[in-house]
């Protein structure tokens, strides 16, 4: 199995910074593009930002972030990082990562896992 754990979420004001990390493990024999998606109360989950495996993102933020959210990826360390600066209270959300991972099991195809999340909530 493969499991993606998260990281650095908790309480900011307006106008700060948090960063996310995600650590994949498990039976991986690589790891493809990672993403980060957000949740807000009552709202459908969005994707925030993705990255490939060679690290391409400028097509994959969503608008609402962009210039404000970064992210990266240690592809040796298997994580991926989303670095939130100027967090405003509309990005309170549960952020989960996700990945396409080929398994060491089989190397036949690749599949999709998803973090637990961790919860992110920026105050006015």
């Known amino acids: 199995q493969v499991q993606l754990v998260e990281s650095g979420g908790g309480l900011v004001q307006a106008g700060g910074s948090l960063s996310l990390s995600c650590v994949a493990s498990?039976?991986?024999?690589?790891?493809?593009?990672m993403a980060w998606y957000r949740q807000a109360p009552g709202k459908q989950r969005e994707l925030v930002a993705g990255?490939?495996?060679?690290?391409?993102?400028?097509?994959n933020y969503a608008d609402s972030v962009k210039g404000r959210f970064t992210i990266s990826r240690d592809n040796a360390k298997n994580t991926v990082y989303l670095q939130m600066n100027s967090l405003k209270p509309e990005d309170t959300a549960d952020y989960y990562c996700?990945?396409?991972?080929?398994?060491?099991?089989?190397?036949?195809?690749?599949?999709?896992?998803w973090g637990q999340g961790t919860q992110v909530t920026v105050s006015s």
């Open positions: 996700n990945a396409k991972v080929v398994r060491a099991s089989d190397r036949l195809w690749e599949y999709a896992y």
């Open positions: 498990g039976d991986i024999f690589k790891v493809n593009a």
């Open positions: 990255i490939t495996s060679g690290g391409t993102t400028n097509y």
